[in-house]
C-alpha cells in the first residue's frame, strides 16, 4: 500500500517580545516543514526580519500597523485561515470565529490570544490554539507549540515544549 503524502506546518502564538524563542524555532524546523505560522502577539516589529518565511498576523498586543488582522494561505489545496483571535472574541465565544473560518472555507483555523493549547473539529474544520511559547494560561502550565502533519485521511496534531520534547497528552490524529 502507497504511503500517503502529508505535509507539516509549525504554528507558534503569543511569544510576547521573546524574540530568542522565535529565532530558535524557526531554525529548528527551517527546511524541516512545509510552513510556519505565528499567530500574533509578538510584539515585535513588523519589518523584523525573523518573519521572511514566516506567515504572521496581528494580536491585541502588537502595536506595529504593518501586520494583517486576518492570513488566508492554500498550502497545496489545504486552506489555512489564520488570526489572532481577540476580533473574534474568542475569549467569550466560538461562534465569530467559527463564522469566518466556514466563509473563508477552511480546512485548518489557527488562532492564539487564549494562550492555552488546543485542538478540535467543527464542521470540517480544524480549529488550533499552539498554546503559548511564552506565557502559557490555564490547566496546562508549559511553554507549548504545534506540528500538524495533514494528509489525505486525518490531521495528525502533536503539541511540543521549548526543549522539542511531545508533549502526549494532547496528542491527536483527528480525521479529515
Known amino acids: 500500500m502507497a504511503e500517503e503524502a502529508s505535509k507539516t506546518i509549525l504554528v507558534m502564538s503569543d511569544s510576547h517580545g521573546n524574540r530568542q524563542v522565535l529565532e530558535e524555532l524557526k531554525g529548528h524546523y527551517w527546511n524541516k516543514v512545509?510552513?510556519?505560522?505565528?499567530?500574533?502577539d509578538s510584539e515585535l516589529d513588523s519589518e523584523d526580519p525573523i518573519w521572511d518565511g514566516i506567515q504572521v498576523v496581528c494580536g491585541n498586543c502588537d502595536f506595529d500597523g504593518g501586520y494583517p488582522d486576518n492570513l488566508l494561505t492554500e498550502l497545496e489545496?489545504?486552506?489555512i485561515a489564520q488570526t489572532h483571535g481577540h476580533l473574534y472574541r474568542i475569549n467569550y465565544t466560538w461562534q465569530n470565529l467559527d463564522y469566518w473560518a466556514q466563509e473563508m472555507d477552511a480546512d485548518i483555523c489557527l488562532y492564539g490570544h487564549?494562550?492555552?493549547?488546543?485542538?478540535?473539529?467543527?464542521?470540517?474544520?480544524?480549529?488550533?490554539?499552539?498554546?503559548?511559547?511564552?506565557?502559557?494560561r490555564g490547566l496546562i502550565q508549559v511553554k507549548l507549540y504545534a506540528l500538524i502533519t495533514i494528509t489525505d485521511s486525518c490531521f495528525k496534531v502533536r503539541f511540543y515544549d521549548l526543549n522539542h520534547q511531545e508533549y502526549t497528552p494532547l496528542t491527536k490524529d483527528i480525521p479529515r
Open 114 to 136: 487564549l494562550h492555552a493549547a488546543a485542538a478540535e473539529k467543527r464542521g470540517k474544520t480544524l480549529f488550533l490554539n499552539p498554546g503559548s511559547v511564552q506565557q502559557p
Open 77 to 79: 489545496g489545504v486552506r
Open 34 to 40: 512545509d510552513a510556519i505560522f505565528h499567530n500574533g
